[in-house]
């Protein structure tokens, strides 16, 4: 079963000029390189709604997180802030799988404290509605 962080990673691999799935955009964790990155994260969800029927609709919880080199600050929030905007932008669909009615942001783009490497690091959450059955 595709989790909703592999359907928005999916969705950014399709809608970004900048990221490509494996290179420099990750579902789970960040890697090492390259130092200019992104990745997407499933980290909690609520109970599910049961609908009329088989189908339910899952409220899953989403963290996209962009690190970018040491140097280079305004580059990765302007890459956070516009990751968040392509992502509020989603249009219901399916996705590696997935039906994806919507995906919100929950915040607003958070500077986190940087890395090992004294990379910058920055956060953006998501609350995403996913229809199964």
């Known amino acids: 079963m595709t989790s909703p962080a592999f359907a928005v990673a999916t969705y950014l691999d399709a809608n970004s000029a900048t990221l490509t799935a494996g290179t420099n955009l990750f579902v789970g964790r960040l890697q ?69 009615l919507r995906v919100a942001p929950v915040d607003a783009v958070t500077a986190l404290p940087p890395d090992k490497n004294d990379r910058p690091i920055f956060s953006a959450r998501f609350s995403a509605v996913i229809q199964r059955g």
Not at 42 to 59: C, I
């Open 32 to 100: 090492e390189t390259p130092d200019l990155c992104v990745a997407v994260a499933d980290y909690s969800s609520q109970s599910p709604e049961f609908t009329m029927g088989a189908a339910s609709l899952d409220h899953s919880d989403l963290e996209l997180v962009v690190r970018c080199t040491r140097d280079d600050y305004a580059t990765g929030e302007d890459l956070a802030q516009t990751l968040r905007a392509l992502i509020n932008a989603l249009t219901p669909g399916t996705y590696s799988g997935l039906v994806v």
